[in-house]
């Protein structure tokens, strides 16, 4: 029996950076009379094509993109639900035009809440990061006090969650309290709802695959493009070098002088936490202040540049880490992981072969209604990628909130898994020797007040260590 085209489908492309998702996204839209929609929080800024990576008008190859330099340098990044809002309407612009929408971008969360009709607990803030915004602070004012007062009305409020966050964790201990004024529920009970919410979902969903559940906005395929670890590294070091050819300087220069033009900018957020951008800054300054030597200046423009690098890389990481943990498991809770696929962008001499041919097959069967192939036959990167790496999210998971206090290393780690990783780490395991060599006994204590022997003397300042599910 045939099967009827999906109405008013919608193609994503996602992946880590530097892996040629916006390449695909083109070749996609032009083959399939597509528009093309960006999901990158800093290309939302105008200007700044080097330091934000945007696509070229020659990479562009005349297909109309959107969501591109939206927003000012003076103004936050799009909290979600703006993100949304504005894509929707997007979405229905391109659809009147009888076109094909295609989403492309590295800001996961914002790929997700598009595709995903989930609760206001995302929508209040997916990122993790601070709103801020003025509006929510004259309406809640206590969002602007001090950490150990947020804790102590987070406790009032919902007492699990406040025992969930380590007590000097200000993001999120803020917000979870952000969740409780805005909604008057506990943070904890709108999780657990969300999690009933999925799986009523997931089990009433009709057996027809066209059909689209509660909570799926339209019909959607997503092309992961995914390259080896070790290549991207390479790669991502290599783009850097040439954003300095490029012109990165003259970018971050440009920001400095509009940042010291307008004393209020918070440099906290949005376009100044660019990795890019907050790496530079010490070498601008003491360039400025002529105070230091040549040879200073370029060591320290050395350091920025590796510094640089390596936030690239760990930023990839975290992209990979997301798609692996939170996108796998909520695709698999709508039942849409078996319209993902990954696409081995790995070798860039053969990316028409390995990325794009096949990307527009698999898009061609998808519109027309037809029968798609076993995501996980396309590639060994495909079946490895494509295992979630755990099969649940922290966050709906109540008996792993579990808080562990290694007074040896002077950390709280949260969750089973991080104290795995922790007690297996290099610097853990390294005071361990010295401990055994001096015949010390440690304890480690647990959240409830127990005590284990596990780590060394006490100590009055403890730093944490968080799991990135949140």
């Not at 076109?99 to 990122?127: C, F, M, Q």
């Not at 510094?307 to 996108?327: S, V």
């Not at 922790?422 to 010295?434: A, C, F, S």
Request: glycine share 6%; hydrophobic share 35%.
């Amino acid at each position: 029996m045939a099967r009827a085209p999906p109405p008013n489908p919608l193609i994503a492309v996602i992946g880590a950076t530097g892996t040629g998702k916006s390449q695909l996204a083109v070749e996609l839209a032009r083959r399939f009379n597509g528009e093309v929609i960006n999901a990158d929080a800093m290309q939302l800024y105008h200007g700044l094509p080097i330091i934000t990576n945007k696509i070229t008008e020659e990479e562009k190859k005349g297909v109309p993109h959107h969501l591109l330099g939206s927003i000012g340098f003076d103004q936050d990044t799009w909290t979600v639900v703006e993100f949304v809002k504005k894509a929707l309407t997007v979405i229905d612009e391109i659809r009147g035009r009888g076109k094909l929408p295609i989403l492309v971008g590295g800001t996961n969360y914002y790929i997700r809440s598009l595709l995903l009709k989930e609760s206001l607990i995302e929508d209040i803030d997916a990122s993790g990061a601070e709103d801020g915004s003025d509006s929510e602070s004259k309406e809640f004012p206590i969002l602007d006090e001090r950490t150990e007062v947020l804790i102590a009305k987070l406790r009032e409020l919902d007492p699990v969650m406040a025992d969930r966050w380590h007590p000097r964790d200000r993001r999120k201990i803020r917000r979870s309290l952000q969740i409780c004024l805005r909604t008057g529920k506990p943070a904890s009970q709108m999780y657990e709802e969300q999690h009933v919410r999925r799986q009523t979902a997931n089990e009433d969903q009709a057996t027809d695959e066209s059909n689209v559940n509660d909570l799926v906005r339209f019909p959607a395929l997503l092309f992961w493009v995914h390259a080896a670890q070790d290549v991207l590294r390479a790669r991502l070091d290599g783009r850097v070098d040439k954003m300095l050819e490029k012109g990165l300087l003259d970018e971050v220069e440009e920001l400095n002088e509009f940042q010291n033009q307008r004393k209020d900018v918070d440099l906290t957020r949005g376009i100044w936490v660019s990795i890019g951008y907050k790496e530079l800054i010490p070498f601008f300054r003491a360039r400025r202040g002529g105070l230091v030597s040549e040879e200073w200046l370029e060591k320290s423009k050395a350091q920025a540049i590796e510094q640089i690098k390596a936030g690239t890389r760990q930023y990839a990481k975290r992209q990979i880490k997301y798609i692996r943990i939170q996108l796998l498991n909520a695709l698999k809770d709508t039942r849409l992981s078996d319209k993902l696929f990954v696409l081995d962008g790995t070798d860039v001499s053969k990316f028409e072969d390995n990325v794009e041919k096949p990307a527009l097959e698999i898009a061609e069967q998808f519109l027309n209604g037809d029968a798609l192939p076993d995501a996980t036959t396309l590639s060994e990167a495909a079946k490895e990628m494509l295992t979630p790496k755990r099969d649940y999210v922290l966050s709906e998971r109540r008996d792993l909130w579990v808080k562990r206090e290694c007074e040896m290393c002077n950390v709280i780690v949260v969750g089973e898994e991080d104290w795995k990783k922790h007690v297996k780490g290099r610097m853990h395991r390294i005071k361990e020797k010295k401990r055994k060599k001096a015949g010390t006994r440690p304890h480690r204590q647990d959240t409830d007040g127990s005590t284990r022997r596990d780590s060394g003397p006490p100590q009055d300042v403890l730093e944490f260590k968080l799991s990135d599910d949140w």
